[in-house]
Nanobody
Framework: QVQLVESGGGLVQAGGSLRLSCAASGRSFSSYTMGWFRQAPGKEREFVAAFSRSGGITAYADSVKGRFTISRDNAKNTVYLQMNTLKAEDTAVYYC?????????????????WGQGTQVTVSS
């Protein structure tokens, strides 16, 4: 198992930046493909970005491509989401997730482990 704790959320003006962190504990962090998802009020949880456990493969939702960057530091057991040029529509609770597979997927059901979420609010 792996335990995930997100941090770094907050209130930011449109056009600003935030960096989310997700610290993992438990079994070997490098064994997991890591993902970021978000959920806005009244909407389903949606894929934001993911980083495979090997090969350095990343994937992004079209809505964040070019603005967000996912990275991971296996030595620190941490995955990051750098969010630039934030928009009001990026407002949501952001969740970190992990799956014990090399295969990168974009659906929440593909991830067995979740953090508690961190709120990101972008004011327009």
């Amino acid at each position: 198992q792996v335990q995930l704790v997100e941090s770094g959320g907050g209130l930011v003006q449109a056009g600003g930046s935030l960096r989310l962190s997700c610290a993992a504990s438990g079994r070997s962090f490098s064994s997991y493909t890591m993902g970021w998802f978000r959920q806005a009020p009244g909407k389903e949880r949606e894929f934001v970005a993911a980083f495979s456990r090997s090969g350095g493969i990343t994937a992004y939702a079209d809505s964040v491509k070019g603005r967000f960057t996912i990275s991971r530091d296996n030595a620190k057991n941490t995955v990051y989401l750098q969010m630039n040029t934030l928009k009001a529509e990026d407002t949501a609770v952001y969740y970190c997730a992990a799956r014990a597979s090399t295969i990168l997927v974009r659906v929440p059901a593909g991830y067995a482990y979740w953090g508690q979420g961190t709120q990101v609010t972008v004011s327009s």
